[in-house]
């Protein structure tokens, strides 16, 4: 282990310091790539047209055709959103699709999605351990909030998690500190002995910085950190449990 590495890992505080948890929860505690992907494979495998692209090009086809505010301001149902984007990738690649036969493919795509949405290896562990040293818990994602209280349900996370905040209007996504503050409120702590876990920079990291609490920068996937944030980095969950208790 470098020594940077070392040093940083100094930030995380031990266990019985630690006054709450906060949690990213796509691709941190709940995988979302991987089903997204699952999701296009599976639309992949009946749609002739779409066999030369790979299920990682309609993915980031995907994400880049999202926009946040017609969602946000519920001029779209996140549904709507996701069908007419699988409806442009098809259509982009030459398979125009009528409105049955949308809903057949969307409805393929979220069977195999659901499937594959599962917890993340190890978060399970660490969330079992906040319930048995009584340390609160909260989940703080810019995710629909659809998708993310079904995925409560279906993962029983409501075990582990006491709150879950979505933001309900621009202000509160991360990283502004609005719902960071919101869940100290709630659990009536300070900045001091929280802890924000999160795979983003830019949303959860930055979000933690601006909110006085410590980071966590969950990198599970080996990205390179960029050079001007200073923040404690782990791979795994196991490693993150093996360093705080
Ligand atoms: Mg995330």
Same mark, same amino acid.
């Given at each position: 282990? *470098? ?12 266990? @019985?310091?630690? %006054?709450?948890?906060?949690f990213d929860m796509d691709?941190t505690l709940v995988?979302y ?5 699952? =999701? ?18 309609? $993915? ?8 946040? &505010?017609?969602?946000?301001?519920? $001029? ?5 959103? #996701? ?9 982009? %690649? =030459? ?41 609160? #818990?909260?989940i703080?994602t810019?995710g629909?909030?659809?998708?993310q209280?079904?995925t ?6 409501? &075990?582990?998690?006491?709150?879950i ?41 930055? =979000? ?12 599970? *996937?080996?990205? @390179?950190?960029?050079? &001007?944030?200073? #923040?404690? $980095?782990? $791979? ?10």
């Amino acid at each position: 282990m *470098s020594e940077e590495k070392l040093e940083s890992l100094g930030s995380i505080p031990n266990i @019985n310091d630690i %006054h709450a948890m906060f949690f990213d929860m796509d691709d941190t505690l709940v995988k979302y790539r991987e089903p997204v992907l699952a =999701g296009f494979e599976s639309i992949r495998e009946i749609v002739p047209e779409m066999k030369d692209n790979t299920a990682e090009e309609m $993915e980031e086809q995907f994400r880049k055709l999202f926009t946040f &505010d017609p969602v946000f301001r519920k $001029e779209i149902s996140y549904k709507d959103d #996701v069908n007419a984007r699988i409806g442009e990738i098809l259509n982009s %690649h =030459g398979k125009n699709v009528s409105d049955a036969e949308l809903k057949h493919f969307s409805g393929v795509f979220w069977r195999a999605f659901w499937k594959k949405r599962r917890m993340v290896d190890g978060a399970k562990d660490l969330l079992q351990m906040c319930k048995t040293k009584n340390i609160p #818990v909260a989940i703080i994602t810019n995710g629909n909030p659809q998708i993310q209280f079904r995925t409560m349900i279906r993962l029983r996370l409501h &075990d582990f998690v006491d709150v879950i905040l979505t933001p309900r209007n621009a202000e509160e996504l991360k990283p502004n500190p609005l719902l960071f503050m919101k869940a100290m409120n709630l659990f009536n702590v300070g900045p001091e002995g929280v802890v924000m876990v999160g795979d983003s920079i830019s949303s959860d990291i930055k =979000g933690a910085i601006n909110s006085g609490i410590v980071p966590i920068w969950f990198n599970n *996937s080996k990205r @390179n950190k960029p050079g &001007d944030v200073e #923040v404690a $980095e782990v $791979e795994s969950f196991s490693e993150l449990v093996n360093i705080i208790r």
